[in-house]
């Protein structure tokens, strides 16, 4: 059984905190550095988080696991394996020292999210630490129903604006007893096409992507599902099936690889390969594309815009203003009621997602 570090920091990250309001002096969240490129420039005295881990509680039985946010991921992966079970939501580590915190945190999935869920829809209960140096509690270890904000699951990609995330209880679920991916030789537009198609019939499909004239099909489920899924579905079968899907996840396929910005455009799975001067990926079945290259920030947001989707500048480029898509005026005022409830004196991570936050 893997081993997890158990070290119970709460009160020392309390202190902390405190001490960085009495001095109003910001702070920046950091859990295990992996995903520092994400969002705007940030700065403020460091907090790091990296050190509070170990498992809470974990009911196999109950596909519920309650883990302090320190946690390495790679730890709690293994673990849940171990059990046969995993996250559905597939998330990226970007490196060995990513943290189950930082996964909230910055509230990425990987290729299954169409069908595994967001990571949102993991989140079953968190005990975060708020600007005032309180220690909060929200949600719980079942899924319920309530009124207002879902507080637990709004810490999901706010990159810690909100609050210090000490411990989250996640849903998990089994792994599946088999999985094959096969290839197709098709375009774009062909493989948009089938896809829009093989969405409104029960195959088992848990990852799709199209890169260079190659459509990617993972296929997971029970062994007669998925192998009758691919008879059907045609193609080849590669022989690192596997190591594709677990590349595309970390963006090590060569698409990814240089200096040139990276954006993340969201669009209707079915919106056709976007007209835009630059190397495309497209993912989660079509509602993900990636777009590698000096576009400017106007073209590739109006483009966005106009399929009825949102882009926002992932990695590279100019990271001291907007990175993602702009807020309406209404949904700002959200964002600054919330951030103004949990974090009174903007001490976490100011600016981070937006300037006005």
């Known amino acids: 059984m893997p081993e997890i570090p158990d070290s119970d920091r709460t009160e020392a990250l309390q202190a902390e905190v405190r001490a960085a309001l009495a001095d109003r002096e910001p702070l920046a969240v950091r859990g295990g550095g992996t995903k520092h490129f994400y969002g705007r420039e940030g700065g403020g005295r460091p907090l790091d988080v990296g050190g509070h881990s170990g498992v809470v509680s974990y009911e196999p039985t109950e596909l519920v696991v309650t883990v302090r946010a320190g946690t390495r991921l790679a730890e709690l992966e293994a673990l849940l394996a171990a059990h046969g079970q995993q996250l559905a939501c597939e998330p990226p580590h970007?490196?060995?020292?990513?943290?189950?915190?930082?996964?909230?945190?910055?509230?990425?999935?990987?290729?299954?999210?169409?069908?595994?869920?967001?990571?949102?829809?993991?989140?079953?209960?968190?005990?975060?630490?708020?600007?005032?140096?309180?220690?909060?509690?929200?949600?719980?270890?079942?899924?319920?129903?309530?009124?207002?904000?879902?507080?637990?699951r709004l810490m999901a990609g706010s990159l810690g604006t909100l609050g210090v995330l000490l411990e989250v209880s996640l849903k998990v679920l089994p792994r599946p007893a088999a999985e094959r991916t096969?290839?197709?030789?098709?375009?774009?537009?062909?493989?948009?096409?089938?896809?829009?198609r093989w969405g409104r019939q029960p195959l088992p499909i848990?990852?799709?992507?199209?890169?260079?004239?190659?459509?990617?099909?993972?296929?997971?489920?029970?062994?007669?599902?998925?192998?009758?899924?691919a008879e059907r579905l045609g193609g080849?079968?590669?022989?690192?099936?596997?190591?594709?899907?677990?590349?595309?996840?970390?963006?090590?396929?060569?698409?990814?690889?240089?200096?040139?910005?990276?954006?993340?455009?969201?669009?209707?799975?079915?919106?056709?390969?976007?007209?835009?001067?630059?190397?495309?990926?497209?993912d989660w079945g079509g509602a993900q594309r990636w777009v590698r290259g000096d576009v400017p920030d106007e073209?590739?947001?109006?483009?966005?815009?106009?399929?009825?989707?949102?882009?926002?500048?992932?990695?590279?480029?100019?990271?001291?203003?907007?990175?993602?898509?702009?807020?309406?005026?209404?949904?700002?005022?959200?964002?600054?009621?919330?951030?103004?409830?949990?974090?009174?004196?903007?001490?976490?991570?100011?600016?981070?997602m937006y300037g006005a936050l």
């Open 236 to 282: 080849e079968e590669p022989a690192g099936g596997p190591e594709f899907w677990a590349d595309l996840r970390e963006q090590r396929l060569d698409f990814f690889v240089g200096e040139a910005p990276l954006w993340r455009v969201s669009v209707p799975p079915a919106t056709p390969p976007l007209d835009l001067d630059a190397p495309q990926l497209i």
């Open 94 to 152: 970007f490196g060995a020292a990513a943290t189950v915190g930082g996964m909230v945190a910055a509230g990425l999935a990987g290729p299954r999210r169409p069908w595994g869920g967001a990571v949102r829809d993991a989140v079953l209960g968190a005990r975060v630490l708020n600007g005032a140096g309180e220690v909060l509690s929200f949600g719980g270890e079942v899924m319920k129903n309530v009124a207002g904000y879902d507080l637990s």
């Open 206 to 229: 848990t990852g799709a992507a199209h890169l260079e004239g190659r459509l990617h099909l993972r296929l997971a489920g029970n062994e007669a599902a998925v192998a009758e899924a």
């Open 182 to 196: 096969r290839v197709l030789e098709v375009d774009a537009s062909t493989a948009l096409a089938r896809l829009a």
């Open 299 to 352: 073209v590739v947001r109006v483009a966005a815009a106009e399929a009825g989707g949102h882009a926002a500048r992932f990695r590279g480029g100019d990271r001291s203003g907007e990175v993602f898509a702009p807020l309406s005026g209404p949904l700002l005022t959200v964002h600054k009621t919330l951030k103004r409830a949990l974090d009174p004196h903007g001490l976490l991570n100011p600016g981070r």
